[in-house]
């Protein structure tokens, strides 16, 4: 879902304003668009549609590196599955 690849030495951990949704981004700035609730632009918009605004509602935590980065990966891992760890 919102993982990062394997390897990666630096991710943003975001905490998204609107639906509290926490995830970890490769993509590292003061605020993301959450891609749980982040809306999507639809480009079929009709002659009197207006183009919709995607806002950053994603706010940066924390920047984390090293083996820090595979550790809140995991933990986001297993908060999304309920816990289940037998997957990893």
């Known amino acids: ?12 951990f975001y905490e998204c ?3 509290g949704n926490r ?7 003061p ?9 999507e632009v639809d480009m ?3 002659p009197d549609e207006e183009m919709p605004e ?8 924390k920047i984390v590196e090293g083996e820090e980065v595979e ?4 933990l986001l891992s297993l908060a999304v599955t309920g816990g289940n760890h037998e997957w990893i």
């Open 54 to 61: 995607q806002a950053e509602t994603a706010k940066l935590l």
């Open 23 to 29: 995830f970890l981004s490769v993509m590292i700035g």
């Open 71 to 74: 550790m809140m990966d995991t």
């Open 1 to 12: 879902m919102y993982y990062v690849p394997d390897d990666t030495e630096r991710a943003g």
């Open 17 to 19: 304003t609107e639906c």
């Open 31 to 39: 605020a993301l668009v959450c891609p749980a609730c982040g809306e």
């Open 44 to 46: 079929e918009l009709g």
